[in-house]
């Protein structure tokens, strides 16, 4: 049987306490929903204020679809993080492999961008989840991704 976990406390704050990446590259506002062992939903705002819009395209500004992968990434870290047992958190855990990607739309300023993250197979020390990433509703982007410990 899944835990429910209260993430109404699961804001920024609490998100710098789970994930060791800050600005730039943090990419999770905010977590809405977390069953344990299962699935996460959280998002990102995307401003025009972020770093990547500078070069990428400054006539057309666009998020990398590298950047939606790491986000989902990130939404499965923190998932990952508060899944665990207490004595195996703070464990890094690095992304190893990604499959199935896919970008179907592009992401702007001033969308929203909703992750929606569900573990497909959990290992003694990895991970395997499929990320997909929306925007109003529509797909932006989709992933199957592997994390586990440094040096395997």
Do not use: C
């Not at 025009?48 to 950047?67: A, D, I, K």
């Not at 990434?73 to 890094?92: D, H, N, T």
């Not at 991970?127 to 982007?141: H, P, Q, S």
Request: hydrophobic share 45%.
């Amino acid at each position: 049987m899944s835990e429910e976990i209260d993430v109404k406390q699961l804001d920024i704050n609490a998100i710098l306490k789970v994930l060791p990446h800050r600005y730039p590259f943090l990419l999770v506002d905010r977590v809405v929903s977390l069953e344990a062992n299962k699935r996460i939903l959280a998002y990102k705002n995307v401003t025009y204020n972020e770093q990547f819009f500078q070069g990428h395209f400054p006539q057309r500004p666009v998020m990398p679809g590298v950047l939606i992968i790491e986000a989902l990434a990130q939404a499965g870290g923190i998932l990952a993080f508060l899944s665990v047992a207490p004595e195996k958190a703070g464990q890094v855990m690095y992304f190893m492999s990604m499959d199935k990607v896919k970008f179907r739309r592009p992401v702007e300023p001033g969308d929203r961008l909703d992750l929606d993250v569900q573990v497909l197979r959990l290992g003694a020390r990895y991970w395997k989840i499929r990320g997909e990433a929306f925007v109003d509703g529509n797909l932006a982007a989709e992933a199957e991704m592997v994390a586990g410990p440094p040096n395997g």
